[in-house]
């Protein structure tokens, strides 16, 4: 499995405090079954002020850490962009990183801002070239009256990551009832850990994993957490992968 959503690296943000932390988490990835994580720490001004090249510092001196404590886990430099100023230009220079270097971008939006607010935002990303991902949409506290306003940004070409603990209900009775419908409308393209320490946000991907598995089925959930997510480290076009066919909904899906 891999893991595109993950605050492995240590003192960058609110993720893994220190690098005992971060071998502990690597362990725990490994145990669970992963293979590679993209490191994905916060790039959020006037809070988290991380950039392309601190990122790709600090991955590479724990790629060093792990093999030298043995372990095999592949790492890849990303972010949890938060949306500022001139992001596109940002994202051009390398001072906001995408995943794995690819075109694909981890977006996280402001708990208080409606999406339809920021379709202006996701199309210049689109425009630009970039396949922006929605970190966990069902987390979010407008999800309930704009989720058709999520439907449509994914028909226009927006990734959606699920978090693996919002289908095990560790984010609360909405957040689990919001995934499990993102994922029976066939509207998932991502499930992630979004792990940020070795205790309460520990990862899970496996679980996860289960959970989707026993809504949706195998091959479908082996998709969110492996095929797409090769997908992204590989740089691969979007309708290398569509979404299966929707269910519930009448949006149109195949081509986002």
């Known amino acids: 499995m891999i893991d595109i959503h993950c605050h492995l690296l240590p003192g960058l943000d609110d ?11 690597a362990r725990a990835l490994i145990d669970d079954g992963v293979e590679a994580v993209v490191c ?19 991955v590479a001196r724990l790629r060093s850490r792990l093999a030298d ?33 690819s075109r694909y971008v ?7 801002v409606e999406p339809r607010i920021i379709k202006q935002f996701f199309f210049q990303l689109r425009t630009a070239g970039y396949i922006p ?31 693996a603990g919002s289908l095990l209900g560790d984010f609360g009775r909405d957040a689990k ?31 996860g994993y289960d959970a989707a598995a026993k809504r949706i089925g195998d091959a479908e959930a082996e998709k969110l957490v492996k095929s797409r997510p090769d997908a992204i480290l590989c740089n691969e076009a979007p309708a290398s992968w569509p979404l299966p066919s929707c269910r519930t909904t009448t949006v149109g899906y195949r081509n986002a």
Request: charged letters at 20%.
């Open 15 to 25: 993720g893994a405090v220190d690098l005992a932390m971060s071998l502990r988490m």
């Open 40 to 58: 994905t720490p916060h790039i959020l001004p006037g809070l988290y002020h991380n950039r392309g090249a601190q990122i790709e510092g600090a």
């Open 69 to 101: 404590h043995g372990l095999r886990l592949e790492l890849y430099s990303g972010a949890d962009a938060h949306i500022t100023v001139d992001f596109v230009a940002k994202l051009a220079s390398k001072e906001i990183t995408t995943l794995a270097d």
């Open 106 to 112: 981890l977006i996280e939006l402001p708990q208080h």
């Open 133 to 163: 991902i929605l970190s966990h949409p069902e987390r979010m506290p407008w999800i309930a009256s704009q989720y058709r306003t999520i439907e449509k940004l994914v028909a226009s070409g927006v990734w959606l990551q699920l978090t």
């Open 177 to 207: 009832y919001w995934a499990e419908r993102i994922l029976d409308d066939g509207i998932a393209h991502v499930i992630a850990t979004d792990a940020h320490n070795d205790g309460r946000r520990s990862p899970n991907l496996r679980m």
